[in-house]
């Protein structure tokens, strides 16, 4: 790892003003994909701009119809909120079932959607979901958010304050994971709002999570597993590598999905 | 260099460290705290486990100056030099928990953090998810799962903070 200026700033305005000031500068949350990045040399900042500190980016709250979580706010933290339980399980589930219990303790749901990781789970929920990303600059809708492999809406000097979720009617997420990583090697969150159902894949796409158009549909018209038995998703985008060629992360989308809906009645 | 001040062990520790230096590295070689290990260094193994503030993380994967005021505690927290093991050690090697002992430092620290979160009773499943992020290349992980029951159930009632 290269060494670097580390600075802890104690609120947005000051972590925004390093940002501008050092071109090469980076954010840090739980650094549980950053650090591993630096000691490969893929990324060398001159300046690491720890958000511990920072006020305003922690806790969790049910907002009418919404629950917003802070960018710090970890994924055990999310996994064992009482209002992420109530209001929308299918999340807390998916939040338990990152990584390991030590990766959860420090890896934060803001570092997990400014990374867009092609096999993360949490960009799933946020577009199935419909939710919100905050920055200290502007609210970004999930759909306009994810950009490609690794990529987002995200400017150089944004900063991911909180994201912003409506409650589903019901929802449920499904992960096969890579016995290995535990990453996804297709996971699959659906869900039933109040106006539509929306369904998102994470793990499988060349450019990250993407939706199923052809399932939303058959979902809206009825929501059961066998609504959606017979749509295949084309190989033509999906992953092929060591881990699983295209045609198999095309049939586990479909199962995965039928299990997430089966799961999503289950769970109301 | 930049200055960090925190608690090891419940011993006040102030040194100066880079900004690059690993949490693990400030423990093995500043504090010669060498009980943790670094199997992997890319996040995978759990042999560098350490509690930070009451909860397990990897001590590869977190910088020394992230850990700022903060509480840490090692495999040498656990039991002092010549006193009782702590009941999660002590079931490590009544139930052969252990062959080379590479991997048992962090086993131990994540299976205290599952007591803590999960309590003392816990099922195979339980134990053997929260064992998600450690490897072990000898035991085939039986006699581990089985330790950690076993400590577990010894660790009820004693409410004995790890190195307060
Ligand atoms: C062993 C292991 C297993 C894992 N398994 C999984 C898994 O199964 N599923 C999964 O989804 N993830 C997994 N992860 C990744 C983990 O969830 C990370 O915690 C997460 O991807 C990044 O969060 P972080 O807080 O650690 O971010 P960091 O590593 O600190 O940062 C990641 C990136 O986001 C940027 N960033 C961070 N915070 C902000 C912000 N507020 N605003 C703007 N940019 C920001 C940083 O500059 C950096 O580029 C795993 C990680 C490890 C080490
Ligand atoms: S050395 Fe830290 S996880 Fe392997
Ligand atoms: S006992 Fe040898 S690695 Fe676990």
Known sequence: MYNFNYHRPKDLAAAAALLQANENAKLMAGGQTLIPTLKQRLASP?????????????????KGKHVQIGAMVTHAEVAASAVV??????????????????????????????????AADYPAAVLALGASIFTNKR??????????????ALEPDEIVTSVCFPVPVK???MKFPNPASRYALAGVFVAKRAKDVRV????????GVFRVPAMERAL????????????????????????????????????????????????? | ????????????????????????????????????????????????????????VKACTMLALQAEGARVVTIEGLAPDGAP????????????????????????????????????DLDDSTIREGLEGNLCRCTGYQNIVKSIAAGARAMKGKKRPAAA
Request: negative net charge; charged residues 25%.
């Open chain 1, 46 to 62: 001159s300046d690491l701009i720890d958000l511990s500190d920072v006020d305003g980016l922690s806790g969790i709250e049910r």
């Open chain 1, 85 to 118: 339980r109530r209001a929308i399980p299918s999340l807390a589930e998916l939040a338990e079932g990152i990584g390991d219990p030590a990766v959860r303790h420090r890896g934060t749901i803001g570092g997990s959607v400014a990374n867009n990781d092609p």
């Open chain 1, 139 to 152: 609210e970004i809708s999930a759909d306009d958010f994810f950009k490609g492999l690794f990529e987002t």
């Open chain 1, 171 to 173: 929802a449920a997420y």
């Open chain 1, 200 to 207: 998102a894949v994470t793990g499988a796409g060349e450019s």
């Open chain 1, 220 to 268: 809206d018209k009825k929501f059961a597993a066998k609504s959606i038995e017979s749509i295949k998703v084309g190989e033509e985008g999906l992953v092929s590598d060591l881990h699983a060629q295209a045609d198999y992360r095309a049939h586990l989308i479909g199962v995965m999905a039928r299990r997430a809906v089966e799961a999503a009645l289950k769970a109301t």
């Open chain 2, 1 to 56: 260099m930049p200055k960090i001040t925190l608690t090891v062990n419940g011993r006040a520790v102030s040194t100066e460290v880079e900004g690059r230096t690993l949490l693990v590295e400030l423990l093995r070689e500043n504090l010669r705290l060498t009980g943790t290990h670094v199997g992997c260094d890319t996040s995978q193994c759990g042999c560098c486990v350490v509690h930070v503030n009451g909860k397990a």
């Open chain 2, 85 to 120: 093991l702590h009941p999660m050690q002590e079931a490590f090697r009544q139930n052969h928990g252990l062959q080379c002992g590479f991997c048992t430092p962090g086993m131990i620290m994540t299976a205290i953090d599952l007591v803590n979160r999960e309590g003392n």
